[in-house]
């Protein structure tokens, strides 16, 4: 299992979401065994999934889905397919969405899921025959009030069409079995962008709180995949000046502020940013320390950490994507002049909308984009202002707050069901 160190040369999300938890549990004072409840999953599933390849050879690849709490509602989170996949980032991934969804105050529980495989190195039938070996993996423990998967890291629309697909052959038509998937399937109306539609949101008000426009502020996006591209098309839209953007294969710069249209046309024609003329190519690190006033990691984990920390020319960092920041280093930010608006916050978008989808599909009644975009930002900011009011309140990091917020939440719910019951 992998481990988490301060230079960021590897993490394990369970043990930084671990101690997230622990920190805010200490000013809570939580006791030891409902501690122990609410850091324990409530299932783990590993499964071993054998793929005919398309050159007639039978590859097994290792899949894995974690239940972590169900308190407050169905198992919710997404599935990703990456080469450096694990049980630990797994769990942890799954315990950042129950606190998401408790935060956001979304009737839903937390999971994730997850193969481990490169999936840019797979052809098209390749992946669906891994991903519907799948689903009859895991196939008892989903289900449109059990478990509702979604999107994640290198997963798609397409993909979430197949899981549906092969659920309900076995269950019947079974749309609310999954979100994020294509429209004509019951998908909703804005969840692709929803989780950069949501970022977007956080920091305009931010921005506001700060008695700030947004065209007077430049932003650095790190990761430029679905969540990326969209919540730098949105802040710029909004005319945020987007000064750098990066994928795995290199970043751009330009002081004057990039188009942000035209880079993600030059991505999805090329399949990288990397030629794009609009800027100065450098490498994919560079953009994290690049100057900016809003820093927007929105790839994978554990990007900042004590072997760049001290090089960043921000003050504020988004958390687009889940865990960005070694859990060691988050402590010496804000004595380098850095605040950190934390993940189950800012990417809360995408849980959000794959909420009201699946509300969706079990009213088989289709809603407006109007109404899901007026829904998507009273939710945002709703959760924003608590977590800014508590933390002003506490005198405590705008982690901790979040992190108080959601576990309370559970605690409660937990409690009223008789699910937790310390006396016993």
């Given at each position: 299992m992998k481990t988490i160190h301060d230079s960021g040369s590897s993490t394990d999300c369970h043990k930084a979401s671990i101690m997230q938890f622990d920190r805010a549990a200490?000013?809570?004072e939580l006791d030891s065994a409902l501690r122990q409840w609410l850091n324990t999953s409530f299932r783990e599933l590993s499964v071993r999934i054998p793929v005919r390849m398309d050159n007639g050879n039978v590859q097994v690849f290792s899949g894995y889905r974690v239940q972590h709490n169900n308190v407050r509602g169905p198992h919710k989170g997404g599935l990703r397919y990456h080469p450096d996949v694990s049980l630990g980032d797994i769990r942890g991934l799954a315990a950042?969405?129950?606190w998401k969804c408790a935060l956001l105050e979304l009737p839903l529980g937390g999971a994730k899921g997850g193969i481990t495989c490169n999936p840019k190195e797979m052809s098209f039938g390749e992946l669906e025959r891994l991903t519907r070996e799948y689903v009859h993996g895991i196939g008892d423990l989903i289900g449109p009030y059990k478990d509702i998967?979604?999107?994640?890291?290198n997963t798609n629309a397409r993909i979430m069409g197949w899981i549906m697909d092969e659920y309900s052959k076995r269950q019947g038509y079974s749309p609310g079995v999954v979100t994020g998937k294509p429209m004509e399937l019951g998908g909703s109306p804005g969840r692709e962008n929803a989780t950069g539609k949501g970022v977007s949101m956080v920091v305009s008000r931010w921005a506001e709180k700060e008695n700030k426009r947004l065209d007077q502020t430049s932003a650095a996006v790190q990761g430029f995949g679905n969540v990326g591209y969209h919540a730098a098309l949105h802040l710029s839209r909004l005319g945020c000046k987007i000064v750098a953007v990066s994928d795995s294969t290199g970043g751009i710069i330009n002081e004057d502020g990039l188009d942000i249209e035209a880079a993600g046309r030059h991505k999805k024609i090329k399949g990288s940013l990397s030629g794009f003329a609009g800027g100065d190519a450098v490498h994919?690190?560079?953009v994290l320390i690049f100057k900016c006033d809003y820093l927007?990691?929105?790839a994978l984990q554990n990007v900042i950490h004590g072997g760049n920390f001290e090089k960043l020319q921000t003050r504020i960092i988004f958390e687009a994507a889940n865990g960005p920041i070694c859990p060691y280093t988050e402590p010496k930010l804000p004595g380098a002049g850095i605040t950190v608006l934390p993940d189950i916050l800012v990417n809360g978008g995408g849980v959000t909308v794959s909420y009201f989808e699946w509300v969706q599909n079990i009213q088989h009644f289709k809603w407006k984009d109007e109404a899901i975009q007026l829904e998507l930002q009273t939710i945002m900011h709703r959760a924003f202002d608590r977590v800014i009011v508590l933390a002003e309140e506490r005198n405590v990091s705008?982690?901790?707050?979040a992190y108080i917020l959601a576990i309370d939440k559970v605690v409660r719910?937990?409690?009223l069901r008789g699910t937790y019951q310390p006396h016993i």
């Amino acid at each position: 299992m992998k481990t988490i160190h301060d230079s960021g040369s590897s993490t394990d999300c369970h043990k930084a979401s671990i101690m997230q938890f622990d920190r805010a549990a200490d000013l809570m004072e939580l006791d030891s065994a409902l501690r122990q409840w609410l850091n324990t999953s409530f299932r783990e599933l590993s499964v071993r999934i054998p793929v005919r390849m398309d050159n007639g050879n039978v590859q097994v690849f290792s899949g894995y889905r974690v239940q972590h709490n169900n308190v407050r509602g169905p198992h919710k989170g997404g599935l990703r397919y990456h080469p450096d996949v694990s049980l630990g980032d797994i769990r942890g991934l799954a315990a950042w969405m129950t606190w998401k969804c408790a935060l956001l105050e979304l009737p839903l529980g937390g999971a994730k899921g997850g193969i481990t495989c490169n999936p840019k190195e797979m052809s098209f039938g390749e992946l669906e025959r891994l991903t519907r070996e799948y689903v009859h993996g895991i196939g008892d423990l989903i289900g449109p009030y059990k478990d509702i998967p979604a999107p994640d890291v290198n997963t798609n629309a397409r993909i979430m069409g197949w899981i549906m697909d092969e659920y309900s052959k076995r269950q019947g038509y079974s749309p609310g079995v999954v979100t994020g998937k294509p429209m004509e399937l019951g998908g909703s109306p804005g969840r692709e962008n929803a989780t950069g539609k949501g970022v977007s949101m956080v920091v305009s008000r931010w921005a506001e709180k700060e008695n700030k426009r947004l065209d007077q502020t430049s932003a650095a996006v790190q990761g430029f995949g679905n969540v990326g591209y969209h919540a730098a098309l949105h802040l710029s839209r909004l005319g945020c000046k987007i000064v750098a953007v990066s994928d795995s294969t290199g970043g751009i710069i330009n002081e004057d502020g990039l188009d942000i249209e035209a880079a993600g046309r030059h991505k999805k024609i090329k399949g990288s940013l990397s030629g794009f003329a609009g800027g100065d190519a450098v490498h994919q690190d560079e953009v994290l320390i690049f100057k900016c006033d809003y820093l927007i990691p929105s790839a994978l984990q554990n990007v900042i950490h004590g072997g760049n920390f001290e090089k960043l020319q921000t003050r504020i960092i988004f958390e687009a994507a889940n865990g960005p920041i070694c859990p060691y280093t988050e402590p010496k930010l804000p004595g380098a002049g850095i605040t950190v608006l934390p993940d189950i916050l800012v990417n809360g978008g995408g849980v959000t909308v794959s909420y009201f989808e699946w509300v969706q599909n079990i009213q088989h009644f289709k809603w407006k984009d109007e109404a899901i975009q007026l829904e998507l930002q009273t939710i945002m900011h709703r959760a924003f202002d608590r977590v800014i009011v508590l933390a002003e309140e506490r005198n405590v990091s705008y982690r901790i707050a979040a992190y108080i917020l959601a576990i309370d939440k559970v605690v409660r719910a937990g409690h009223l069901r008789g699910t937790y019951q310390p006396h016993i």
